[in-house]
């Protein structure tokens, strides 16, 4: 019998277990998963001593009140979320980004992210899950990935294999930042798009509508018109690809995406800015901003180094 493990109180809105994802199933139709948030989700790993590619509780709006139970492990959240540890009467505002320890029969309540959408707990150990296809990333629209490839589901238990006794607890002064532009490079079909159009991509701001999920992000705003044709042969699709199908509304493709499609493609977001798109709360406003392929290079370049130096302080 494990003796270490969290029971789930309440689940959550969308609860699931992620990594980095996995690689290179695109040509039989597994898209890359992982986590929404890739700066937050290793900066988690890094606050509770773990490996980069430690799968970690990713939770969006409201997270799960979990009970502990077992020897003393350290655990961290990321990303903009208010949460309390209770310790038998007393109940604790919790600091995000910044490890706590939690004790036999401490709960965890993760109330809810503030103005964004993720957030992620990562424990000094390793929640025992099986490997599927060299990560254990949930994909629950696939079917695929840890917990059978579900959310976590309420009064479900979570086992933990192993744990790292390391007790100092970390801390990392660091405040999340919204954008206010998100870059893009022109998309493969850019020309199907009229003059008009075009400059509407660019220029006029655009809603995230309620229908936004892991797989993708829909926009509302005017209608993008196609002079051309609005569907073509399908083909393969990257995280961060802008699809218009034909009614005028752009759709970005996220982590869970297909990977493959017929919409015409106006533009691709830029791994820079990717952390910061998907922390956009429906309602939210957005703006497209034009760069070119070397831009977005350095662009990634200069976030990736940040990253790194983040990682580095803690």
Known sequence: MNKNYFEILRAGINSTFQDLGRNNLYHI???FSGAMDNRNYLLANKLTGNDNNNPVIEFAYQGPHLKYHGKAINAAITG?????????NNLIDG???????????????????NKSVYGYLAI???????????????NIKAKIGSN??????????????????????????????????????????????????KKLFFGNEFKVSKLSDRMGMRLEGKKIENIVDTNIRSEG????????????????????????????????????????????????????????????????????LETQNLISQI
Request: hydrophobic letters at 35%; proline letters at 3%; a negative charge.
């Open 29 to 31: 139709g597994i898209p």
């Open 80 to 88: 903009d979320v208010s949460f309390k540890i209770k310790k038998g």
């Open 95 to 113: 600091e995000c980004y910044q490890s706590f320890i939690l004790e036999n029969n401490d709960e965890l309540d993760i109330i809810s992210t």
């Open 124 to 138: 000094s150990g390793q929640f025992d899950l099986k490997l599927q296809w060299s990560s254990y990333s949930t």
């Open 148 to 197: 059978n490839g579900e959310k976590l589901s309420v009064n479900q238990k979570i086992n933990i294999k192993e744990i790292n006794q390391n007790l100092v607890s970390k801390k990392l002064n660091y405040i999340n930042t919204k954008i206010e532009n998100i870059r893009v490079m022109k998309g493969t079909n850019f020309d199907y798009f009229s003059e008009e159009g």
């Open 237 to 304: 699709l990257i995280k961060g690809v802008i699809q218009v199908p034909a009614d005028g509304n752009p759709i970005i493709m996220l982590s869970d995406h297909g990977t493959i499609g017929g919409y015409p493609k106006i533009g691709v977001v830029i791994s820079a800015d990717y952390d910061k798109l998907v922390q956009l709360t429906p309602g939210s406003t957005i703006k497209f901003q034009e760069v070119d392929l070397n831009s977005a290079e350095t662009l990634f370049k200069l976030y990736d």
